[in-house]
């Protein structure tokens, strides 16, 4: 078994409303970064898992997305890098 | 009718809950530990409101996978009443013992207010004793409050009369201005397809007596002490 860190981006759904995102983007606004358009604010969840092979750590990681990590109703996720230790 | 009342860790509302049912309403109330697999033969499991675990990953994320919650389930399944406010709301909605989810308020802020909710549909388990479109001053407090789902599931939710309360106004009327936390289409509390899980953010326990500052959370209560003991 090797051991993989792993890291899942876990995002609002697009066209859910999202305010938290909404002030951000209008703070950027009032910043002076006049070409920012729309923000969205989520997690980034990284995970040390043992598994063999590579897929298996991605597709246990995947399925922890489905079960716990994040809501299905209102968040969808990516797996953002995957390195083994 | 005996009610259990489950404490989780971060729990804060299970006290108001068993003053409620007990000091107020005059029924039997026991503490349900969320490590316990045992229902202890309870008619009715309230999910408390609270911040269970922190609200860590999302709220009722993880109080979700307690150990009293697959009995909790179990008893939900076989018919048995839940009512979940607030925190359990969130908590029932994770688990899928109700659909949707409970999201950040639109005005980024805890809301602690009182509200007036209209009540949409009468003839629940949870809201029986209240006059059809009558409109309830409830407190909530709450900063994961807002209800969403798909347009399509709640159509569906509207079109089974699976809507209990919305935010309205003096008149009734859902309206943007009368609606804390930007929930879709103004709801504030919603049943099971069954009918046996009430999910709201305002607090009926909170509003047991005038000298709380409203009674109309009896109701909620009472409705169920009718219908369950019937």
């Known amino acids: 078994m090797t051991r993989f860190r792993i890291g899942v981006h876990v995002v609002p759904r697009r066209g859910i409303l999202d305010p938290q995102g909404q002030a951000v983007a209008e703070a950027l606004h009032t910043l002076g970064f006049a070409g920012v358009g729309t923000v969205h604010v989520g997690r980034h969840i990284v995970v040390d898992v043992a598994a063999a092979p590579r897929d298996a750590a991605e597709e246990s990681v995947r399925d922890m997305c489905r079960k716990l990590l994040a809501n299905p109703v209102t968040e969808d996720f990516e797996i953002a890098t995957v390195e083994a230790l | 009718m005996k009610f259990g009342i489950v404490t989780f860790p971060g729990s804060n509302c299970d006290y108001d809950a068993f003053h409620a049912v007990t000091d107020e309403i005059g029924e039997e109330?026991?503490?349900?530990?969320?490590?316990?697999?045992?229902?202890?033969?309870?008619?009715?499991?309230?999910?408390?409101?609270?911040?269970?675990?922190?609200?860590?990953?999302?709220?009722?994320?993880?109080?979700?996978?307690?150990?009293?919650?697959?009995?909790?389930?179990?008893?939900?399944?076989?018919?048995?009443?839940?009512?979940?406010?607030?925190?359990?709301?969130?908590?029932?909605?994770?688990?899928?013992?109700?659909?949707?989810?409970?999201?950040?308020?639109?005005?980024?802020?805890?809301?602690?207010?009182?509200?007036?909710?209209?009540?949409?549909?009468?003839?629940?388990?949870?809201?029986?004793?209240?006059?059809?479109?009558?409109?309830?001053?409830?407190?909530?407090?709450?900063?994961?409050?807002?209800?969403?789902?798909?347009?399509d599931a709640l159509d569906r939710l509207e079109g089974e009369g699976q809507v209990a309360f919305r935010y309205v106004n003096a008149s009734g009327e859902v309206d943007p201005s009368a609606?804390?936390?930007?929930?879709?289409?103004?709801?504030?509390?919603?049943?099971?397809?069954?009918?046996?899980?009430?999910?709201?953010?305002?607090?009926?326990?909170?509003?047991?007596?005038?000298?709380?500052?409203?009674?109309?959370?009896?109701?909620?209560?009472?409705?169920?002490?009718a219908r369950v003991a019937a």
């Not at chain 2, 009926?204 to 959370?217: H, I, K, M, N």
Request: hydrophobic content about 40%; charged content about 20%.
């Open chain 2, 29 to 151: 109330a026991v503490y349900l530990w969320h490590k316990s697999h045992d229902l202890e033969d309870v008619d009715v499991v309230v999910l408390p409101g609270g911040f269970s675990y922190g609200d860590y990953l999302r709220a009722g994320a993880i109080a979700r996978f307690s150990p009293i919650m697959t009995e909790v389930i179990a008893h939900a399944e076989r018919g048995g009443p839940v009512l979940a406010v607030c925190n359990g709301f969130q908590i029932a909605c994770e688990a899928g013992l109700l659909p949707g989810a409970l999201l950040r308020n639109s005005t980024l802020r805890f809301q602690s207010q009182w509200v007036r909710l209209g009540v949409e549909n009468a003839d629940t388990m949870f809201t029986g004793k209240y006059e059809p479109r009558s409109i309830l001053r409830i407190p909530i407090a709450h900063g994961e409050g807002r209800y969403t789902d798909g347009e």
């Open chain 2, 179 to 225: 609606n804390p936390n930007g929930s879709m289409r103004g709801i504030a509390g919603i049943v099971s397809r069954g009918g046996n899980v009430l999910g709201m953010m305002p607090h009926p326990e909170r509003a047991v007596d005038p000298l709380l500052g409203s009674a109309d959370g009896r109701g909620v209560f009472e409705s169920l002490l």
